[in-house]
């Protein structure tokens, strides 16, 4: 069974999202922490109420992003995890943390990349006019949002959208896709080769998260 550490800033949503398809069974791993990178974070609520310990590194609380990191680096070494999962985490991850856990960090990002990468993805899509948008799980590299995708999932864009009906509708499929991207992981079923990521699951576990 795999140990997922998550890292969330805020709302936490996409934490919950996969913390109740573990509780449910459908991901062979264990959630053994959540850091978050300030104090009182709904986030930390929903986390208490699975039981899942919550580390908090106040990101106000340090002179220096690389002092920050440092704690992060720790807590993450000490959790010992064999996936890090970002769920709402707003801040980007230094190269010292992404090279350590190189092909093992996965980030959820609200826009069907490489389109509208970085903040206000909804925003971004709103003012280009695409017809279609969507959520995308990815391995994190040392780029802003531009990993090897695992998996996409798509929603119109409709005439009547502003970035915050647009950003609901995706909520939605992000609460699909990223359980089902931990629990490919988890069940060793990703490759990554290259920029393309390869699945190798089956029908019946394909199965396990259309029905959700
Ligand atoms: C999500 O839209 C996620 O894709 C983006 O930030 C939002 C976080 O929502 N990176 P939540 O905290 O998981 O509810």
């Known amino acids: 069974m795999k140990r997922i550490v998550m890292l ?27 850091i978050v990178d300030r104090r009182e974070t709904l986030a930390a609520v929903r986390a208490e109420e699975f039981g899942i310990p919550v ?6 609380g340090f002179s220096t992003k690389g002092e920050y990191e440092e704690e992060v680096i720790s807590t993450l070494r000490s959790l010992a995890p064999d996936l890090v999962v970002l769920a ?75 970035p915050g009906s647009l950003a609901e509708r995706i909520l939605l499929e992000e609460h699909i896709a990223l359980p089902e991207a931990v629990s490919l992981f988890c069940e060793d079923y990703l490759r990554i080769l290259g920029r393309a990521v390869i699945r190798l699951d089956s029908d019946l576990h394909k199965e396990r998260f259309r029905s959700a």
């Open 8 to 34: 969330a800033s805020g709302r936490g949503s996409n934490f919950q999202a996969v913390a109740s398809a573990i509780a449910r069974g459908m991901i062979n791993g264990r959630c053994v922490g959540l």
């Open 88 to 162: 709402g985490y707003m801040k980007i991850l230094g190269s010292s943390i992404i090279r350590e856990y190189a092909g093992r960090i996965i980030n959820i990002h609200p826009s069907l990349l490489p389109s509208f990468p970085g903040l206000d993805a909804q925003g971004q899509a709103l003012a280009y006019g695409v017809k279609i948008s969507g959520c995308t799980v990815h391995f994190v590299d040392e780029g802003t949002d531009s990993g090897p995708v695992i998996l996409q999932r798509a929603v119109p864009v409709l005439d009547d959208d502003d």
């Open 55 to 60: 580390f908090t590194i106040d990101y106000s």
